[in-house]
Nanobody, 124 residues
């Protein structure tokens, strides 16, 4: 059973940056493709970014492309989401998720393992 714990959320002004971390345990990190999702109040959960099992392939939602970067560190069993040029519309609870297999998916139903989420608030 894989456990995921996010950290790094907080309050930031528009144009600022944050780096989210997702520490994993309980399973071989290299077996899992990873994804970041977010959910704003009153909205459905949406895909933000994904990274392949080996870390060579990354995928982004159009709304964050060129501003966010997903990466993974196999030595630390951790996935990161570097968020730059933040906008008020990026405000949401951000959650990381893990799935077996090589590639991430853009739909949350494919992920059996989830963290508890971390709040990101961007003020204008």
């Amino acid at each position: 059973q894989v456990q995921l714990v996010e950290s790094g959320g907080g309050l930031v002004q528009a144009g600022g940056s944050l780096r989210l971390s997702c520490a994993t345990s309980g399973g071989p990190f290299s077996n899992y493709a990873m994804g970041w999702f977010r959910q704003a109040p009153g909205k459905e959960r949406e895909f933000v970014a994904g990274i392949s099992r080996g870390g060579t392939m990354t995928y982004y939602a159009d709304s964050v492309k060129a501003r966010f970067t997903i990466s993974r560190d196999k030595a630390k069993n951790t996935v990161y989401l570097q968020m730059n040029s933040l906008k008020p519309e990026d405000t949401a609870v951000y959650s990381c998720a893990a799935k077996s297999g090589i590639y991430p998916e853009r739909t949350s139903d494919h992920y059996p393992y989830w963290g508890q989420g971390t709040q990101v608030t961007v003020s204008s």
